[in-house]
DNA sequence: GGCATATAGTTAGTTAAACAACTAATCAAA
DNA sequence: TTTGATTAGTTGTTTAACTAACTATATGCC
């Protein structure tokens, strides 16, 4: 049998994913306490638009792995809080872009910041090589399932 | 500055949890088409039930790693379906222990073999060395963070 | 053109997470 | 022994995930 390596014990902390809970749990904190008025949901969000902007909800799916009715609620929140816009597109009225207001691109360089402190927080003392591997067996288990 | 080998791109994925998500989603979805009626989280406090019954609920806060609130609600959820009883600790009547029912016991044998299942797909491929690897580092991830 | 199908997005309902504020029981110390 | 602090658990509110059912637009085929 393959795999049977994971005892009981340990495979509840791969399945509930642990270490990524705590991740996230850190980075709100710091963006609570930097008076970031923002959840990772939306932060993930934000996060592919500052590298690509008006993308379309469904391209945020993919991107952020969540479904659309979850996308939708964000953007939603998102444009309350007046960071991004949709606009409907001119060839495909299907489809929503969505941009940025240059109140997100102002959050940028500090939540990712915040972000980039998280991970080194985290990984603190942990090789490179390790978290190389650790990354390539993530992805593998990724694909694995997808 | 440390463990920069963090790019943009990487950081993300890390940070959201990609593969565990995955996990967890083929496990629902494996449980959903075994006709268990039981939500992943649900299952996660059955599983240290399983392993130790008459934990009381700060007990499964910490095993589980979830707040106080959550915890209400899930044994309060998982008391609807019949899985569990809340009873009054006799020393300290602010405590109450979770027992299992006949039929939560039931449950253990077909969801725990899914869960090996589950992790059997995610894991197809990766030498067990790496495995245990990944598994420390994601250890240490969470001790640094907690 | 007209109809079936696919795609983009929304709405509704249930479950869960995070946080704050709360009640009740216990403990400790003056 | 009473007062203050701590601990266990609950309740309320907001945000998000997941499923299913829905609307609207676009596409492809006859």
Redesign the interface.
């Known amino acids: ?6 005892k ?1 014990g ?18 709100q904190k710091k963006f609570n306490n930097a008076g970031l008025n923002l959840t ?1 949901e939306q932060w ?1 969000v934000l ?1 592919h638009l500052w ?1 690509e902007d008006g993308k379309s909800q469904q391209e945020l799916c993919n991107a ?2 969540r479904d659309k009715p979850s996308i939708t609620r964000l953007v939603d929140n998102l444009e309350k809080l007046q960071l991004v816009k949709r606009v409907a597109s001119e060839n495909d009225r299907r489809i929503n872009k969505i941009y940025l207001t240059k109140q997100a691109l102002k959050l940028q360089e500090q939540s ?1 910041g915040l ?2 402190e ?9 090789p ?1 090589d ?13 694909d ?3």
Do not use: H, W
């Open positions: 049998m393959p795999n049977n390596q994971f009981k340990e495979l509840y902390s791969f399945i509930t994913g642990k270490a990524s809970i705590a991740i996230a749990r850190r980075l990772i993930s996060y590298k952020t792995f990712m972000a980039e998280t991970l080194n927080d985290a990984l603190a003392g942990v490179a390790q978290i190389n591997l650790c990354k390539e067996v993530l992805q593998r288990v990724y694995n399932l997808k």
